[in-house]
């Protein structure tokens, strides 16, 4: 029996609420209705009470969930989507994130960000918005790539005293399956092997580890061998591991699925060059999605963000310099 990125949420929350009377989830519609995605599905049932609909007003909801937080709860806002946080933004930004650092006073919210693009989504439901996040201090933002970290990560995300921007890709929720969920875990900020090699270094997070992962095992059958990094979390960023992957190889492109100005991808490449030029046998490279809005046609969003063949083309590229 194996269970999908979604149902590892779910079954995180689920536990989550099982293990601390403290945990509440708070959201549009994920009562009764289960949720958007149906990540709660359920769960209201299960522990009643402590799964609330929410009015349509994600500055409420997040409002709200500051104020419990700061009394000693432990809550999980789901947004329906990514981009619609950003009506939660002075809220995320200039309160939870400041709050201990001005108080003294913990603020453990998580916010459950379903991000990345789908076909046919277009540009108001498929933006990637850990680069906004990741710039204010205060703020832990995950990017989980696998079902065992959409599990372990939320489980995480829920027990820390820091206010978590939880980034679960949309695309993954039932195109990724795993055998079980997991019995131990990397710690938050810690980065992931995801495949080993010698002659480049591909550094990704979310739904573009396995686009990576394509790449890598279609560049061993012509004798490349490439490694992946995944990164899991992007503030705290683990240098440490991208470093010594750089170190080993010589070469590195990193890639995303937000938008190519500032952001993850850029930070990533600040870091090596400033930090570990001397590692390099190469310009150090980043991909990114086009500098538009995301497109509603699904041709135009498949050649919109990166894919393991525009990929493949930047790392052979990369390997002749």
Known sequence: MSITYL??????????????????????????????????KNLA???????LDAPISEDAMVGAA??????????????????FSTAGFNQIVNHAAAFYWRTDVPCPITVRLPCGGTSGSGPFHSQSMETIYAHYPGLVVMTPATVEDAYSMLLE???????????????????????????????????????????LTLIAYSAMVHEALAVAEELATEGTEI??????????LDTDTVMASVARTGRVLCVGEAWPWGGVTAEVIARIASEGFDLLDAPPQRLNAKDTPVPYHPNLWMVHRPTSQSIAAAVRQLLRR
């Open 227 to 236: 490694e992946v990094v995944d990164l899991r979390t992007v503030k705290p």
């Open 66 to 83: 500051i104020g419990a937080a700061i009394e000693g709860m432990r809550p999980i806002i789901e947004m329906q989507f990514a981009d």
């Open 157 to 199: 995300a829920v027990a820390i005293d820091d206010p978590v921007i939880f980034c679960e890709h949309k695309y993954l929720y039932y195109h990724l399956k795993a055998e079980a969920l997991p019995k131990e875990a990397l710690p938050v900020g810690k980065a992931r092997i995801a495949r080993a090699g010698r002659d």
């Open 45 to 51: 049932v299960e522990f009643p009470g402590r799964v």
């Open 7 to 40: 149902e590892a949420i779910r079954e995180a929350q689920a536990r989550a609420l099982a293990d601390d009377p403290r945990v509440f989830i708070y959201g549009q519609d994920v009562g009764a209705f289960g949720g958007a995605f149906k990540a709660t």
